[in-house]
């Protein structure tokens, strides 16, 4: 059974959802980033400054990440995502995260594929195991509508184990320096893979990939870093 935030507000909808299909590139791997804990780095809602070194708009890979072990979780932004009875629910990161022990994997696309066979269902299939080790709550954050991730939702099987989060404008994956540009693939501004556990808010874990590679944010990763 999810842990579910108490929502801002709801909005009950109703609308046809079609599966959406998209191609993610692949990219050259990177290690995650693991650290010691130092003093909390708080995010503000904005957009962090671009990191020196990070790739020009024409390129898909951003080589910095912004998002380090230590860090405070902006705590104002909001996630949408569809609840048990198909009403539309919003919360803020503050509210998700309060008090409790949140893994979020983040993935470039819904229904991409590494995301939809790989990614994803490994923390479906683990969500029992992270459980057992004091997860709370798991989220799926991803650049796409509420509408697709709960039709992704159902077609992972995802429900009552994974909290399928839409950030629709990208405003968390830009404040904590996750963005990838994709213009190039026609998929826009989406997210970097990674994987994190965040503590009362504050990231004591974070798994980071240069792109869309999947090589170190794993569930298997999580679990055994746990």
């Given at each position: ?56 708009a024409r390129r898909s890979v951003v080589s910095v990440s912004a ?53 994803v269902p490994g923390f479906i299939n683990s969500a029992d195991k ?48 996750a963005e990838l540009d994709l213009s190039d693939k026609g998929l ?39």
């Amino acid at each position: 059974q999810l842990s579910l935030p108490r929502p801002s507000h709801s909005v009950v909808m109703q609308a046809t959802m079609q599966s959406v299909t998209a191609s993610v590139s692949r990219f050259p791997a990177a290690r995650g980033q693991l650290g010691r804990s130092r003093a909390p780095r708080s995010f503000s809602g904005s957009p962090l400054p671009r990191a020196q070194g990070r790739a020009s708009a024409r390129r898909s890979v951003v080589s910095v990440s912004a998002l380090a072990v230590g860090d405070k979780l902006p705590q104002d932004i909001n996630l949408s995502y569809f609840d048990a009875e198909g009403n539309m629910q919003e919360t803020t990161v503050g509210a998700l995260t309060k008090g409790k022990k949140v893994v979020f994997v983040a993935v470039p696309g819904a229904f991409t594929p590494t995301c939809s066979s790989k990614h994803v269902p490994g923390f479906i299939n683990s969500a029992d195991k992270l459980k057992a080790k004091g997860v709370d709550t798991i989220g799926c954050i991803s650049v796409n509508d509420a509408f697709v991730m709960a039709a992704w939702a159902k077609q992972l099987g995802a429900d009552g184990k994974i909290l399928m989060l839409a950030d629709g404008s990208g405003n968390f994956t830009k404040a904590v320096g996750a963005e990838l540009d994709l213009s190039d693939k026609g998929l826009g501004h989406r997210s970097r893979r990674y994987s994190m556990l965040a503590d009362d808010g504050v990231v004591k874990l974070v798994n980071m990939e240069e792109g869309g590679a999947f090589t170190v944010s794993s569930a298997d990763d999580i679990l055994k870093q746990l």
